[in-house]
């Protein structure tokens, strides 16, 4: 009956000791797995900047290349070229008004048909009640 009641321990370490390593060992890949999603984040973040920088690099080399060739120009290449410009707003205005124009007699085309169809529309309709009547 005596060697029934001693219980000896298997490991000299106790449960909560073991339990609190294992939370400890767990918030630490918890902490690296945090720490590399920042990491990545901040290097795509780096990555784009960079791409956007590297674009509008870009873009100042294209708008300083448009302008020098104009500086290449002598006043009587420029003073045409600006005459041919001023040639085509006022054509352009000019087009833009027979438009206008021809669609606004279009609209009033269209409103005169529908008003004489809805008069013989309506004439139709007395000469019915005057039928029936």
Same mark, same amino acid.
């Given at each position: 009956m005596a060697a029934d009641a001693v219980v000896v321990p298997?490991?000299?370490i106790p449960d909560t000791v073991l339990v609190g390593i294992l939370i400890v060992?767990?918030?630490?890949?918890l902490y690296l797995i945090i720490?590399?999603?920042?990491?990545?984040?901040?290097?795509n973040r780096t990555i784009e900047l960079e791409l956007e920088k %590297?674009? !509008?690099k870009l873009l100042q080399q294209h708008e300083?290349?448009?302008?020098?060739?104009?500086?290449?120009?002598?006043?009587?290449?420029?003073a045409a070229i600006k005459q041919v410009e001023d040639e085509n707003t006022a054509i352009e205005t000019n087009n833009f008004a027979k438009e206008n124009l021809l669609e606004k007699r279009l609209t009033r085309l269209e409103n005169i048909?529908?008003?004489r169809k809805? %008069?013989? !529309?309506?004439?139709?309709?007395?000469?019915q009640e005057k039928k029936v009547k």
């Open positions: 298997a490991s000299g060992f767990a918030l630490a890949i720490r590399e999603i920042r990491i990545m984040k901040t290097s %590297d674009k !509008l300083a290349s448009k302008m020098f060739p104009f500086t290449r120009f002598s006043s009587e290449q420029t048909v529908k008003t809805l %008069d013989n !529309l309506l004439d139709n309709v007395q000469e």
